[in-house]
Nanobody
């Protein structure tokens, strides 16, 4: 059974940082692309970032480029989303997702999802 468990969300002031973690189990982590999405109240879920399988390339939405980074720890089967210079408009529920092979940019590209973690950025 595949599970993705996220943590690291919280309340932070604008300009601050948070690091989200996504611990996976039940899959061969290195064979999966990891994606990050977010959903703000009243809005559709949107792509934030992704990393290809096997330590490949990373991709970011224009809205977070230069502020967010992703990393993977194969030994811990964990993906991370480092969020710096946070803005109030980054407030959303953040989700990690897994997809076999190369990254996708759309929700339906991904097979497995975490439960989401709330990130709130105050002004």
């Amino acid at each position: 059974q595949v599970q993705l468990v996220e943590s690291g969300g919280g309340l932070v002031q604008a300009g601050g940082s948070l690091r989200l973690s996504c611990v996976t189990s039940g899959l061969t982590f290195n064979d999966y692309a990891m994606g990050w999405f977010r959903q703000a109240p009243g809005k559709e879920r949107e792509f934030v970032a992704a990393s290809d399988w096997r330590g490949g390339k990373t991709y970011f939405a224009d809205s977070v480029k230069g502020r967010f980074t992703t990393s993977r720890d194969t030994a811990k089967n964990t993906a991370y989303l480092q969020m710096d210079s946070l803005k109030p408009e980054d407030t959303a529920v953040y989700y990690c997702a897994a997809r076999y092979g190369y990254r996708g940019f759309r929700e339906w590209d991904y097979d497995y999802w975490g439960q989401g973690t709330q990130v709130t950025v105050s002004s």
